[in-house]
Nanobody
């Protein structure tokens, strides 16, 4: 069982930046996906960015070029650098992970992810 703890949320003005972090307790398999998801009030949870254990990254079209997902393998920590933030980026952000075997596309529905953090709020004002 992986435990995830997010940090780094907050309130910024439009155009500002925030860096979210997700600390994982441990991974018991060498192949896993780490994803950042978000959910705004009244909206469906959506994928923002994912990274596979071997390093492949994928981004939602709405954040591509503005957000960067990265991993610090030595510390089992993942980050989401968010630049040029917009009011529509306002949401609760969650990190999540799953294990996989073989070829696997990490950018997949949130329901496929097994382990979740508690979430961190990001608010962008205009």
């Amino acid at each position: 069982q992986v435990q995830l703890v997010e940090s780094g949320g907050g309130s910024v003005q439009s155009g500002g930046s925030l860096r979210l972090s997700c600390a994982a307790s441990e991974f018991t398999m060498s192949t896993y996906c780490m994803g950042w998801f978000r959910q705004a009030p009244g909206k469906e949870r959506e994928g923002v960015a994912t990274i596979a254990s071997e390093g492949t990254t994928t981004y939602a079209a709405s954040v591509k070029g503005r957000f960067t997902i990265s991993q610090d393998n030595a510390k089992n920590t993942f980050h989401l650098q968010m630049n040029s933030l917009k009011p529509e980026d306002t949401a609760m952000y969650y990190c999540a992970t799953l294990y996989y075997i073989g070829d696997y596309d990490c950018f997949r529905p949130w329901a496929d992810y097994n382990y979740w953090g508690q979430g961190t709020q990001v608010t962008v004002s205009s």
